[in-house]
């Protein structure tokens, strides 16, 4: 898991949170809080971004082509 390589504290410092305001509607479970990113903030968080954003492009086009 990335979001265990990264750390929480580097999570915390590369990417704004959204807000953590848990209703019936928006609740989610260990695993979707653990790979929650948020939106990149500095340079690391966006080539984090781009990192799997090219894994999503490459498995994509193995499985597709």
Do not use: C, H
Request: charged content about 20%.
């Amino acid at each position: 898991m990335a979001s265990l390589l990264i750390g929480s504290e580097r999570k915390r410092q590369w990417f704004y949170m959204r807000d953590t305001s848990k209703s019936f509607f928006n609740r989610r479970g260990v695993l979707g809080e653990l790979m929650q990113f948020g939106f990149p903030r500095t340079r690391e968080g966006w080539m984090v971004f781009v990192g799997f954003l090219a894994m999503i492009l490459v498995s994509g086009y193995i499985v597709v082509g």
